[in-house]
């Protein structure tokens, strides 16, 4: 699933590997926010259009 509409967890390709973002789109304009929940990494707005997708992330484990 790559739409990124309901917002959520999103497995992205950002040009040099695979990358887990928070994806919502902008309003209407066609652009979506990335943000990260690391807060070393900034938000940042790009078009739709220029953002590879891979698919929406539906489960992950962790470490205790």
């Known amino acids: 699933k790559t739409p990124p ?3 959520g967890l999103f497995v992205l390709f ?3 590997g ?3 973002k928070r994806l919502e789109m902008s ?4 652009t979506i926010r990335i943000t990260s929940d690391n807060p070393q990494y900034p938000p940042y707005e790009a078009p739709l259009n220029e953002v590879q997708i891979m698919g929406r992330v539906v489960w ?4 205790m």
């Open 5 to 7: 509409s309901p917002p």
């Open 14 to 16: 950002d040009g040099v």
């Open 18 to 20: 695979l990358v887990v």
């Open 27 to 30: 309003g209407g304009t066609g």
């Open 60 to 63: 992950y484990a962790r470490e």
